[in-house]
């Protein structure tokens, strides 16, 4: 199986995702769960444009809701779950709760990534998750919409944020300027 080509088309469907929160005025997250027979759940960003923005309401957990509300009956092992951005933590400790195998993501998180987090130290529920973890899938199509979202005037969520200043500092269709990991 060539994991290259299958992780772009599935990175694809998750940036159409955030293109669509992008679009809807929300921060452009977009995630997929995907698996041997296709797309099993997907979703985007809700709830960042409010006054009080929903810190609950991240793409990954909206697809697992999803996932969860289809009772899928197969090896989660055998699932990946596609990130536009790196999930934070406690998106992080929900997907490794699920027991989805693949975490596949576009744009890295400076301010609030959770996959570096040392899963050995953890407790043996998020320990023995045994998750593996691939970044930047298609990285700049992600940074791109992030570019737009923090270059909006109008989109006041984490305008002035590390990861706002970070994202900013980047040329469109280039690499980092400052903030280097």
């Known amino acids: 199986m060539d994991h290259q080509k299958t992780d772009e088309t599935y990175m694809q469907a998750a940036l159409d995702q955030a293109q669509q929160a992008l679009d809807a005025g929300e921060f452009p997250v977009g995630c997929i769960i995907a ?5 099993v759940a997907g979703g985007g960003r809700t709830h960042s444009r409010q006054q009080s923005p929903s810190e609950i309401d991240h793409a990954e957990i909206n697809t697992l809701k999803q996932f969860y ?3 899928y009956t197969g090896d989660p092992r055998q699932l990946s779950i596609y990130s536009t951005l790196e ?3 406690m998106c992080f400790a929900a997907i490794l709760i699920a027991g989805i195998g693949r975490i596949v993501y576009a744009y890295e998180d400076v301010m609030g990534g959770g996959t570096a987090c ?10 023995n998750a045994g998750v593996r973890v691939v970044s ?3 990285r700049q199509q992600s940074l791109d919409l992030f570019f737009r979202f923090f270059s909006d005037p109008e989109n006041t969520y984490l305008q002035h944020s590390m990861l706002a200043a970070y994202t900013l500092a980047q040329k469109p269709g280039g690499r980092p300027t400052r903030f280097s990991q």
């Open 69 to 71: 509300e289809l009772s």
């Open 136 to 138: 930047n899938m298609m």
């Open 87 to 89: 999930p934070c933590l």
């Open 35 to 39: 698996g041997p027979r296709g797309v």
């Open 118 to 127: 040392k899963t050995g130290n953890l407790p043996p529920l998020y320990r």
